[in-house]
Structure formats: C-alpha cells, structure tokens
T-cell receptor, first 117, second 112 residues
C-alpha cells in the first residue's frame, strides 16, 4: 500500500457540468476526510467518514456537494452544477482510528485539481 | 466556529538562520497537529501535541503547545534549503468534532 490515491489528478470542466472524484485511502485507515484548498490558503474541511458512515459535514458545504463511501473503502466526491468558485485542489486524507495515539495524523493524497471554465 | 490563525504569513530567511511560526486558536484545542507542504505538493504530517505545555523535538524542529492549549509554535534552527515550504498548524476543537481546522500557513522562503 503506497498511500492515499486520488483520481483524476486534474479535471477541467465547463460551468454547470457535474464532476466526480475518487479517493482510495490507506487500507488499514478507517477514517477518510475530504478537504478543499485554494491558492495561498490552508486546507478547508468538507466532510469526514468513519468506515461507511458520514459523521461530519461542514456547514459551509453547498448542497451541490455530495460524498459517499459505500463499502467503507474508497470514497467519491461529486459536485453538481459546477461553478467557477468551485475551482480548487480537492484533497483526500485518511487516518488511523485512534485520534489520541501520539503519531496520529492525516495522510493526504496528491489531490485533484479542478478548474471550472 | 473555531478559527486557527498563523503568523507570519510569509517569512524570508537566509540559509542558516532560525525560523519560527506561531499558531493561535480562538478556542481551546484538544490537540494540535503540524503539517508541511512543499511547493506543488500535498500536506505531510509532522507531529501531534496533546498535553498542555508539551514540547517535542524532531532534529532541528521544536514544537510547543501552550499552557492554555490555545496556541502553539514551530521553531526551526539553522534552516536549510530543504526546509522550504508552507507550514500549517491544525487543531481539533473540544466539542468532539473530528474535522481538523487548518490555519492559513506560514510560507518559508530561504535565500541561499
């Protein structure tokens, strides 16, 4: 297992189209997170799964965004009716199930860069 | 909601000089994590601090967690060109929410 894998690496879409991104986490990590990062900013939390259950979702997240993790393994993030403001790097991360362990931290994937034109 | 602020936003140093970035939270944190992101890369986990007043070292990097668990710092001694990147702090609030809140980061630029 070489880490968190995200596909595609780049996506260019026209405004109004739907897009879907995929994330394959580290296999023994049962927690999976989606973040969005724009240039010069820190990652912004979108949503989080523990196994297949979506446990937390940012209040700032538009209802055009939906995420799934149907079998508790890979996850997909879909954006419907894309807008230019959705252009960003979408990062997926996974982590171990015990947040109080000393080496607990997120392992991020390389991200999917979305450009809406 | 919880806010995490970092200063400075940018820091230029000569190679060999020390560097410090500061992180402040609007609320008490259950723990704080530090990440490094190289230009064009993704955030990479450095360390987690959990205890009030905790200090941890990783070679030339020293991390501190404030007594009130609302602030933290990262200090790099004798910077090297490999230290270039953006350093983010990220915190978990005390309300059980598991999504990390990241600061905007400090961009470290090193002049050889």
């Amino acid at each position: 297992d070489t880490g968190v894998s995200q596909n595609p690496r780049h996506k260019i879409t026209k405004r109004g189209q739907n897009v879907t991104f995929r994330c394959d986490p580290i296999s023994e990590h049962n927690r999976l997170y989606w973040y969005r990062q724009t240039l010069g900013q820190g990652p912004e939390f979108l949503t989080y799964f523990q196994n297949e259950a979506q446990l937390e979702k940012s209040r700032l997240l538009s209802d055009r965004f939906s995420a799934e993790r149907p079998k508790g393994s890979f996850s997909t993030l879909e954006i419907q009716r894309t807008e230019q403001g959705d252009s960003a790097m979408y990062l997926c991360a996974s982590s171990l199930p015990r947040p109080r362990q000393p080496n607990y931290g997120y392992t991020f994937g390389s991200g999917t860069r979305l450009t809406v034109v | 909601g919880q806010q995490v602020m970092q200063i400075p936003q940018y820091q230029h140093v000569q190679e060999g000089e020390d560097f410090t970035t500061y992180c402040n939270s609007s609320t008490t944190l259950s723990n704080i994590q530090w990440y490094k992101q190289r230009p064009g890369g993704h955030p990479v986990f450095l360390i987690q601090l959990v205890k009030s007043g905790e200090v941890k070292k990783q070679k030339r990097l020293t991390f501190q967690f404030g007594e009130a668990k609302k602030n933290s710092s990262l200090h790099i001694t004798a910077t090297q060109t490999t230290d270039v990147g953006t350093y983010f702090c990220a915190g978990h609030g005390g309300g059980g929410a598991d999504g990390l809140t990241f600061g905007k980061g400090t961009h470290l630029i090193i002049q050889p």
